[in-house]
């Protein structure tokens, strides 16, 4: 088993680009904070986190970041593992707040595995400054539990897009309760999609909320359940 607490491999404000994170474990990883953002002069480093035959787990609280305030895009996040675990509080960052593009998250797990989330945020934004387009948020497993969960893709300045945020459980049921998707865009660009998949199982949505309207000029996006 393999337990980190905190990591920085980000660059500084007139730096470049942050650092690429790359966490492998053949049991359980368990993961507190970690950043790899970008400086002025660069983006964010991708982050990876893995584990071949247990669990990967974001502990209660911890963040996870590979967001830019330059000219160069936010890093992808993923995690991979039979279970992934993202537990109160987490946080998941991949934001741009100038020039680049926010960064993709994605969270797979194993056919006969799944993904847990209580109450986490998964965020692939463009905010503040920002011009170019939020990324994707792409969910795999073939369980999802999504209970009180935020996924938020929205493209909240400039002319650029939402994100599209899919969640799939490939081998039963899918659970999405009390949480909030947001591909929302406030320019020119067309907000984000979202699309639902429960094979094998139920899908079931309660007391949540999915926005992909545009108040710009844009096109809003499509919900598919």
Same mark, same amino acid.
């Given at each position: 088993?393999?337990?980190?607490?905190?990591?920085?491999?980000?660059?500084?404000?007139?730096?470049?680009?942050?650092?690429?994170?790359?966490?492998?474990?053949?049991?359980?990883?368990?993961?507190?904070?970690?950043?790899?953002?970008?400086?002025?002069?660069?983006?964010?480093?991708?982050?990876?986190?893995?584990?071949?035959?247990?669990?990967?787990?974001?502990?209660?609280?911890?963040?996870?970041?590979?967001?830019?305030?330059?000219?160069?895009?936010?890093?992808?996040?993923?995690?991979?593992?039979?279970?992934?675990?993202?537990?109160?509080?987490?946080?998941?960052?991949?934001?741009?707040?100038?020039?680049?593009?926010?960064?993709?998250?994605?969270?797979?797990?194993?056919?006969?595995?799944?993904?847990?989330?209580?109450?986490?945020?998964?965020?692939?934004?463009?905010?503040?400054?920002?011009?170019?387009?939020?990324?994707?948020?792409?969910?795999?497993?073939?369980?999802?539990?999504?209970?009180?969960?935020?996924?938020?893709?929205?493209?909240?300045?400039?002319?650029?897009?939402?994100?599209?945020?899919?969640?799939?459980?490939? @081998? !039963?049921? /899918?659970?999405?309760?009390? $949480?909030? =998707?947001? +591909?929302? #865009?406030? %320019?020119? &660009?067309?907000? *984000?999609?979202?699309?639902?998949?429960?094979? @094998? !199982?139920? /899908?079931?949505?309660?007391? $949540?909320? =999915?926005? +992909?309207? #545009?108040? %710009?000029? &844009?096109?809003? *996006?499509?919900?598919?359940?």
């Amino acid at each position: 088993n393999t337990s980190l607490g905190n990591l920085n491999a980000s660059a500084g404000l007139a730096g470049g680009n942050g650092g690429t994170v790359i966490l492998d474990a053949d049991g359980n990883l368990a993961v507190g904070n970690i950043n790899s953002s970008g400086g002025a002069l660069g983006g964010g480093g991708a982050i990876l986190l893995n584990s071949d035959r247990a669990s990967v787990s974001v502990s209660a609280n911890a963040t996870i970041n590979s967001s830019t305030n330059g000219i160069g895009s936010a890093g992808n996040i993923q995690a991979i593992g039979p279970l992934v675990f993202l537990n109160p509080g987490a946080t998941l960052s991949a934001n741009s707040t100038a020039a680049g593009n926010a960064g993709s998250i994605g969270i797979q797990a194993a056919p006969n595995g799944g993904v847990v989330s209580l109450g986490a945020t998964l965020e692939t934004t463009v905010e503040g400054a920002g011009t170019g387009s939020a990324g994707g948020i792409n969910v795999s497993g073939g369980i999802l539990s999504l209970t009180t969960t935020r996924f938020d893709s929205r493209g909240q300045s400039g002319n650029g897009g939402g994100g599209s945020v899919f969640l799939n459980a490939t @081998n !039963g049921g /899918l659970t999405f309760a009390n $949480s909030q =998707i947001a +591909t929302d #865009t406030v %320019g020119a &660009g067309n907000a *984000g999609n979202v699309q639902m998949t429960a094979l @094998n !199982g139920e /899908l079931i949505v309660n007391g $949540s909320s =999915i926005n +992909t309207k #545009t108040s %710009g000029t &844009g096109i809003s *996006g499509t919900v598919n359940l």
